[in-house]
């Protein structure tokens, strides 16, 4: 009994070992397959079709925005002194504040190749809407107010650093709006004035997929 035990481990044992053996034999053809298939994969990735010199596929980049804001919370452009109300209360000359906001950016890099790819354009607008006064004055209205923006040229450098020239003009007001609005007029440079800088931005981390 215990020889017939001791031959049936001994075949088991025997065709375990013939079979790690097949195993190893057949998969080692295809792991030249992959090894001589592998130089022929890098050059069908060398050979990639390159960037289009002028707008490539990514030669824009941008993002537009709807805000409101609600009411005893209205968007203040520094136009208007906030006292604006006692100076003939509802019916005040000076009632630029905002109830309503469209505001983008948009990128654009029209060269794919060269080292004038790492060139970029960027416009960042801010539309104001309303007719409000405030503790005195709260509507709906869609009166245009002006455009907020600022525009400049950015250069790519290493390590995810960009130099950026931006130019912010005056605010360009709209309609009866383009004009002092009495004695609560606080003049026409509107937010933040009219300015231009140079500067230097680090970009960091990943933006999360699905979300752009």
Same mark, same amino acid.
């Given at each position: ?98 109830? =309503?906001?469209?505001? #983008? ?6 060269? *794919?190749?060269?080292?004038?790819? %790492?060139?970029? $354009?960027? /416009? ?17 209205? =869609?009166?245009?107010? #002006? ?6 040229? *950015?250069?790519?450098?290493?390590? %995810?650093?960009? $130099?950026? /020239? ?47």
């Amino acid at each position: 009994m215990k020889r017939l035990v001791l031959f049936v481990l001994l075949i088991v044992y025997s065709a375990f070992a013939l079979a790690q053996t097949s195993d190893t034999s057949s998969t080692s053809p295809t792991s030249a397959t992959v090894t001589q298939s592998s130089p022929s994969a890098q050059s069908s990735s060398s050979s990639a079709p390159q960037e289009r010199l002028f707008f490539p596929k990514d030669w824009y980049w941008g993002w537009a925005e709807f805000d409101l804001a609600p009411p005893h919370n209205e968007i203040d452009p520094n136009l208007c002194a906030a006292n604006a109300g006692n100076y003939g209360g509802v019916n005040a000359q000076c009632n630029a504040f905002a109830r =309503w906001q469209l505001s #983008g950016s948009i990128q654009i890099r029209p060269t *794919g190749r060269t080292i004038a790819r %790492r060139l970029n $354009f960027f /416009f960042d607008p801010n539309f104001l809407f309303g007719k409000n006064v405030p503790q005195t004055l709260y509507t709906w209205s =869609w009166d245009g107010i #002006g455009m907020e923006y600022k525009w400049g040229v *950015g250069i790519d450098l290493p390590k %995810r650093f960009e $130099f950026r /020239f931006t130019q912010h003009p005056n605010i360009q007001r709209f309609g009866s709006r383009d004009q002092p609005l009495g004695p609560a007029w606080l003049g026409p440079n509107g937010p933040w004035g009219q300015y231009n800088t140079i500067g230097i931005r680090k970009y960091f981390g990943t933006r999360r997929e699905g979300t752009y």
